[in-house]
Structure formats: structure tokens, C-alpha cells
């Protein structure tokens, strides 16, 4: 394992990743990897099953030793301390509570642990961060699992780590808990301002929380920038399908410049050349990036109403589902076999069924383009690398 001077410039990242990587015999599950996590922030490592993010975080952690690579925090290289002597705590998905200890004094054991006696205040002062002041002599198990998670945050920021890192933390909570903690996390991290790492495979988790999110995929980050970023300019199929739902159509460049001009089986579609790899904008076969609720859907009878300078495609509707806040259309196309369209439920056409011919426009600024060489189907849900661990 390579060493790094122990003595190293902060750089304003609170962790900092140098070539770290993990193997296990011949398989590698980290592969070389750089990474730097400004200070005070929240940073989500994101990826599916298998993607490398939970060995990195305990490599962070103490708890994987990198096989090459180091690992500083702040201005501490800590590749070779052990876990208890890094500057760091670690929030898991099972709380880890002491069942037979109240909240007071499950948040108040590390310091208990130190050798601290005097201990009501900081625990009061964690009990009002986590709004659990009205829980304080309640056992762990007359707690809701939000509750819960609170404990465990408070348990561990009571020591005042510079680095929280979050395991799946919120895995075990119900949807409407889950979104609920996501907020009070958010909350919590803000009032802190600790730098707060989280590993999670959700990936509304990463883009609720997060300042700046990386994107992992088979021990490598794909893509790294913030949620808003991430979604808007993927750079890769991974990461357009990976994060959210996108519809990419393989089409041909016939015209480049501030704009680049593609035909999609004889349809003809427009995208900022900003928004293209610079590979495939002079010329040759581009997939061409739509978000679903980027997309206007209307009746073929009602064409006349679609404003000139949009980008517009045939199609018939093979399905729909309608989910409250809006119905989910597929429809059925030249240039695309399953597009997917998320349309707001305010003013709902009857006319829009399954088996209507419909066009499908949309405003050709939020189209992106993509190198076509890559799998189109890489990064949707189930796609992920075979033999890999977390």
C-alpha cells in the first residue's frame, strides 16, 4: 500500500482520495480513483448494487485498508490509523442502538466512553438538533425508525467528528419516513456544517440531500457534479438513464454549428452544440437525450397548435398509467420504439388513449447528445456489473 507525506495542505476538501483503490485477489472492486469532498458539504456517492460505494466509504472509514492509494482528512493523511483514531463517524442502516439504554444515554456514550462525566448539555444540544427533546428518557424501541435514525445521528455527531459518513441510513425507513428524513438530514447537515458523506443507491436520496453528487458505476466514478448538473448534462448513457428516465434516439449528423441538425428516421431534430460530445458533433451517428417531462403531448388533430421551432415526432400511444400527479405515457414511434412521456395532470385530454396517434414536441434546448458507441440501455434499473461487490 503507497504512503503519502503525513503532513499535507487541507486543498478545501475535508476528505481527500488519491488513487485509492480495492482489489480482492484478481477481481477489483475500486479501481484508481481521485476524489476530493469540499469542506462543509454534502456529498452523496451514488450507484446500484455493486457499484464500489460502500467499499469506498469504509476505506474513508478505517474499516477496508486500500490496496494502493491514500486517504486524507483535512490536513491528516490517515491511510494507516486505525478506525477509532480517525477523525470520523459512521451512521449505519440498522441504528446499531443500545436497546437497554434510553435516548439520553445511547447519544450520550461516546462521551461516557472518553471518560467525559459532565455530559447533560452537549446531549441536550444534540437532543434539540434532532427535535427529540420530548423523547429523551424513551428506550429504543418505543421509537418510530425515523426516531431512531435521529438517535443514531445525534449519537454520532455528539463527538464532533469532522467527517459523518452515512451508510444507507435511511434503507430500513418506509417511502414517506424515508422523504421526511431526507429533509431532516439536509436540515441537520446545514446547521452542523459538517462534511457529511453519504452512500446511497436512491438516487431522489442523492439529488434531495446532496451538494455534489458521484455517480459510480463498476469501482469508477462515472460522473461527478451537482444533482441539477448531473441531470441536465449527463455525460454518459449510465448516468442519463441511471439518474431519473431518459429517452435517447439514435439518429445521424447532417448539419453542425451553434447547432447541431440529426435525422431520426426521416425525422429532423435540433440540440445546442453545447450540449454534444465533441466526438460526434462534426458528423457521424449521435444519441440524441430527452427527458420525459421535457415532452409536450398532443392528439394528431391538434398539430396546427404546435409552435414553430420545435422539435416534433410521430407516434401511437401503446400505454398509459396514471399516477396523480401525472399519467406516463409510452408511446410507440418511428424514431424510437418506447418513448416515454410524463405529462402534468392539470388538464387531461380524454383523447389521449392508447392506440391515438399522437406528435410528440418539445423545445430543442432541452435536448443533450451522447456518444452512440455507448449501450443505450446502460444504467437503467437491474443493469448492473456481474460479480461486483458494494
Excluded at 42 to 67: H, N, Q, V, Y
Excluded at 142 to 157: D, E, F, K, T
Excluded at 211 to 221: Q, S, W
Aim: with cysteine.
Amino acid at each position: 500500500m503507497t504512503t503519502a507525506p503525513k503532513t499535507q495542505t487541507n486543498e478545501g476538501g475535508d476528505v481527500r482520495l488519491a488513487g485509492i483503490s480495492k482489489t480482492y485477489g484478481s477481481f477489483t472492486a475500486v479501481h484508481p480513483l481521485d476524489l476530493t469532498v469540499p469542506r462543509g458539504t454534502f456529498f452523496a456517492l451514488l450507484g446500484a448494487s455493486g457499484c464500489g460505494k460502500t467499499t469506498t466509504l469504509r476505506m474513508i472509514a478505517g474499516l477496508e485498508d486500500p490496496t494502493t492509494g491514500t486517504v486524507a482528512l483535512g490536513d491528516q493523511d490517515v491511510t494507516d490509523l486505525p478506525p477509532y483514531k480517525r477523525p470520523v463517524n459512521t451512521v449505519f442502516q440498522s441504528y446499531a442502538l443500545f436497546p437497554h439504554l434510553d435516548v439520553t444515554e445511547n447519544i450520550a456514550f461516546g462521551l461516557r466512553r472518553r471518560g467525559i462525566k459532565s455530559v447533560r448539555k452537549q446531549v441536550g444540544d444534540m437532543l434539540d438538533l434532532v427535535q427529540l427533546g420530548d423523547f429523551a428518557h424513551r428506550k429504543p424501541h418505543q421509537l418510530s425508525g425515523g426516531q431512531q435514525q435521529r438517535v443514531a445521528v445525534a449519537r454520532a455527531l455528539i463527538n464532533h467528528p469532522q467527517v459523518l459518513l452515512l451508510d444507507e441510513p435511511l434503507g430500513a425507513l418506509d417511502l414517506k419516513l424515508r422523504r421526511q428524513m431526507q429533509l431532516e438530514l439536509k436540515r441537520i447537515q446545514t446547521e452542523v456544517g459538517i462534511t457529511f458523506v453519504h452512500v446511497t443507491h436512491d438516487q431522489e436520496e442523492a439529488m434531495t440531500m446532496a451538494d455534489t453528487v458521484a455517480v459510480m458505476n463498476g469501482g469508477r466514478v462515472e460522473q461527478l457534479g451537482a444533482p441539477a448538473e448531473l441531470y441536465e448534462n449527463p455525460r454518459t448513457t449510465f448516468v442519463a438513464n441511471f439518474l431519473g428516465t431518459s429517452n435517447l434516439i439514435e439518429a445521424e449528423v447532417v448539419e453542425a454549428a451553434s447547432e447541431i441538425t440529426v435525422l431520426a428516421s426521416g425525422a429532423k431534430l435540433r440540440l445546442p452544440a453545447g450540449r454534444c460530445p465533441t466526438a460526434t458533433a462534426g458528423g457521424g451517428r449521435l444519441l440524441v437525450g430527452v427527458r420525459p417531462e421535457k415532452i409536450s403531448l398532443v392528439h394528431t388533430d391538434d398539430a396546427a397548435e404546435i409552435p414553430e421551432g420545435r422539435n416534433r415526432i410521430t407516434g401511437r400511444i401503446a400505454d398509459s398509467s396514471f399516477i396523480g400527479v401525472s399519467t406516463q405515457y409510452l408511446i410507440d414511434s418511428p424514431v424510437c420504439p418506447a418513448l416515454e412521456v410524463y405529462v402534468q395532470n392539470v388538464e387531461r385530454d380524454t383523447r389521449l388513449v392508447p392506440g391515438a396517434d399522437v406528435i410528440l414536441h418539445w423545445n430543442p434546448e432541452h435536448s443533450f447528445g451522447l456518444d452512440a458507441d455507448q449501450a443505450v440501455d446502460a444504467g437503467k434499473m437491474g443493469d448492473t456489473a456481474v460479480g461486483e461487490v458494494a
